[in-house]
């Protein structure tokens, strides 16, 4: 991986190579590079945990997350690969929305960015604590040296080689975390002699754990399929959507992006589900269940193949932690240095102030990410529920909407943040459902009725929306 950064460092030229290829990723890059950027760590460790703990009703959420992926992929992004084409060449987020809206303060710009910054230093913060808990149990370093062991790898090649580092790392990543999750769970099911046979031991040891329902509430089911709102609004999903070559690339990105979810997503259920009777029936007591994968590859597998298997958590893990650093850097250099501060800034310049700005992003992760009992799904979850409030209503109603204005946009955004924010604060009853459903609902509504206020958009704006709709008709 620090040998493709190496690589690229010597290939980026300007700030566009550096924080989006230069537009010129393949289908299949960039859909692998969508894929493992998203899952990050939680795919190998927070959703078999979770399956492990609770059973199949767990799988609520890889329902809605897989909805939610289609979707994205089929309404946002041919449609926002040609929008932010049109506008500029925008090359980042807070980039397309300044454009988007004629944001000539930068008002809208800087909310954006702030945004970007304070959610993704959680999430960044999540994988940082899924690279130490794999470094801790692996190596049996203790989980400061393990944490900072695993920051200093993924910062290096991010570092390096930008975007393109970054996505071809992903994708080679999300190739060995497949496969990672179809060997394992078949491995599981075989050693426990079938797949009757493993159900029945399942049965045995817990049988609501074969309930789709167990425990569970309307408002719990509704809170986990809600996971798949989340998708709309992810800075480093919609980048790699705005850096392929072609809008024609997109339905065969689609289709290989969706294919490589889909089973990884059924393997990573099925390990963290049939891995408890597995280790149930060696006698061994998980403390973490978020380790059962880790727990998995080393009891089945002699040491080479298990090594393969905990390079695949590892592959995940930084495989989303360089992309969230790179788009936050990239707001901090493009959307804050550039636009604000230093508005002649030369191209080598804003390469490097980007090369520092994910060294200062990945310290205060790292610092945040001191407390070795951090769950990493809960990490995850506050960060992806920021984002899907946050941006998911504007960046649909932007790309479908031609009456959203500047005022809607930043009153959306605000109440999407805010009400996430507060709602994790609330227990009880209502407040039990997940913060990013109703911070969808709020900042959706927000958009459109603040849309109603002040100075509407101009000609100008309404006929962009018009070419890129007609562009969109003529790409179909």
Same mark, same amino acid.
């Not at 449609?79 to 932010?84: G, W």
């Not at 999750?181 to 075989?190: D, F, K, R």
């Not at 459903?437 to 709020?442: E, K, R, S």
């Given at each position: 991986? #620090?040998?493709?950064? &190496?690589?690229?460092? *010597?290939? !980026?030229?300007?700030? /566009?190579?550096?924080?989006? $290829? @230069?537009?010129? %990723?393949?289908?299949?890059?960039?859909?692998?590079?969508?894929?493992?950027s998203?899952?990050?760590g939680?795919?190998?460790?927070?959703?078999?945990?979770?399956?492990?703990?609770?059973?199949i009703?767990?799988?609520?959420?890889?329902?809605?997350?897989?909805?939610?992926?289609?979707?994205?992929?089929?309404?946002?992004?041919k449609?926002?690969?040609?929008?932010?084409h049109?506008?500029?060449?925008?090359?980042?987020?807070?980039?397309?929305?300044?454009?988007?809206?004629?944001?000539?303060?930068?008002?809208?710009?800087? #909310?954006?960015?702030? &945004?970007?910054?304070? *959610?993704? !230093?959680?999430?960044? /913060?999540?994988?940082l604590? $899924? @690279?130490?808990? %794999?470094?801790?149990?692996?190596?049996?370093?203790d989980?400061d040296?393990?944490?900072l062991?695993?920051?200093?790898?993924?910062?290096?090649y991010?570092?390096?080689?930008?975007?393109?580092?970054?996505?071809?790392?992903?994708?080679?990543?999300?190739?060995?975390?497949?496969?990672a999750?179809?060997?394992?769970?078949?491995?599981?099911?075989?050693e426990?002699?079938?797949?009757?046979?493993?159900?029945?031991?399942?049965?045995?040891?817990?049988?609501?754990?074969?309930?789709?329902?167990?425990?569970?509430?309307?408002?719990?089911i509704?809170?986990?399929?809600?996971?798949g709102?989340g998708?709309?609004?992810q800075?480093?999903?919609?980048?790699?959507?705005?850096?392929?070559?072609?809008?024609?690339?997109?339905?065969?990105?689609?289709?290989?992006?969706?294919?490589?979810?889909?089973?990884?997503?059924?393997?990573?259920?099925?390990?963290?589900?049939?891995?408890?009777?597995?280790?149930?029936?060696?006698?061994?007591?998980?403390?973490?269940?978020?380790?059962?994968?880790?727990?998995?590859?080393?009891?089945?597998?002699?040491?080479?193949?298990?090594?393969?298997?905990?390079?695949?958590?590892?592959?995940?893990?930084?495989?989303?932690?360089?992309?969230?650093?790179?788009v936050?850097?990239?707001?901090?250099?493009?959307?804050?240095y550039?636009?604000?501060?230093?508005?002649?800034?030369?191209?080598?310049?804003?390469?490097?102030?980007?090369?520092?700005?994910?060294?200062?992003?990945?310290?205060?992760?790292?610092?945040?990410?001191?407390?070795a009992?951090?769950?990493?799904?809960?990490?995850?979850?506050?960060?992806?529920?920021?984002?899907?409030?946050?941006?998911?209503?504007l960046?649909?109603?932007s790309?479908?909407?031609?009456?959203?204005?500047?005022?809607?946009?930043?009153?959306?955004?605000?109440?999407?943040?805010?009400?996430?924010?507060?709602?994790?604060?609330?227990?009880?009853?209502?407040?039990?459902?997940?913060?990013?459903?109703?911070?969808?609902?709020?900042?959706?509504?927000?958009?459109?009725?603040?849309?109603?206020?002040?100075?509407?958009?101009?000609?100008e704006?309404?006929?962009?929306?018009?070419?890129?709709?007609?562009?969109?008709?003529g790409?179909?």
């Open positions: 991986m #620090v040998a493709i950064g &190496v690589y690229f460092y *010597f290939k !980026t030229e300007d700030l /566009s190579d550096y924080i989006l $290829g @230069g537009r010129g %990723l393949s289908p299949s890059v960039t859909a692998l590079s969508a894929g493992a998203d899952m990050s939680w795919l190998l460790l927070g959703l078999p945990g979770m399956m492990y703990s609770d059973g009703v767990g799988s609520w959420i890889a329902i809605g997350l897989i909805i939610g992926a289609y979707l994205n992929w089929h309404y946002i992004a449609p926002l690969r040609i929008y932010t049109h506008l500029n060449d925008s090359i980042t987020i807070p980039d397309y929305f300044s454009n988007r809206f004629e944001d000539k303060n930068n008002l809208l710009r800087i #909310v954006t960015a702030l &945004v970007i910054l304070l *959610f993704y !230093t959680l999430y960044t /913060s999540s994988g604590v $899924g @690279g130490a808990k %794999l470094f801790e149990a692996t190596f049996g370093l989980y040296t393990a944490l062991v695993g920051s200093f790898i993924i910062v290096s991010t570092f390096l080689g930008g975007y393109n580092a970054v996505s071809w790392t992903d994708f080679i990543q999300g190739i060995l975390m497949m496969l999750l179809i060997i394992t769970p078949v491995v599981v099911i075989y426990l002699g079938g797949f009757g046979e493993a159900l029945s031991a399942i049965e045995r040891i817990d049988p609501s754990h074969l309930d789709f329902f167990n425990g569970a509430s309307f408002i719990g509704v809170s986990l399929m809600a996971w709102l998708y709309f609004g800075p480093h999903i919609l980048v790699r959507f705005m850096s392929i070559k072609e809008p024609s690339d997109i339905p065969l990105a689609k289709n290989i992006g969706m294919s490589w979810m889909i089973l990884s997503v059924i393997g990573s259920l099925m390990v963290g589900f049939f891995g408890l009777a597995y280790v149930s029936a060696h006698g061994i007591d998980i403390q973490d269940s978020e380790k059962i994968f880790i727990t998995l590859s080393q009891l089945l597998f002699n040491p080479w193949i298990a090594g393969f298997l905990l390079a695949a958590i590892l592959a995940a893990i930084m495989s989303t932690i360089d992309s969230q650093l790179l936050s850097s990239s707001v901090l250099t493009q959307d804050i550039h636009a604000v501060l230093r508005k002649n800034a030369s191209e080598k310049e804003l390469v490097w102030v980007g090369r520092a700005t994910v060294i200062l992003i990945a310290v205060i992760a790292w610092a945040l990410s001191l407390d009992n951090s769950s990493v799904l809960k990490l995850v979850s506050y960060a992806w529920a920021g984002f899907g409030a946050a941006f998911g209503p960046i649909i109603l790309l479908y909407n031609a009456n959203v204005t500047r005022l809607g946009a930043i009153a959306g955004m605000l109440t999407g943040a805010l009400v996430v924010i507060v709602w994790k604060q609330l227990e009880g009853g209502l407040f039990d459902l997940y913060e990013l459903l109703p911070g969808f609902i709020f900042a959706s509504l927000a958009i459109i009725i603040f849309s109603k206020f002040g100075q509407e958009c101009s000609s704006i309404k006929q962009t929306f018009d070419d890129v709709h007609t562009k969109l008709e790409n179909k």
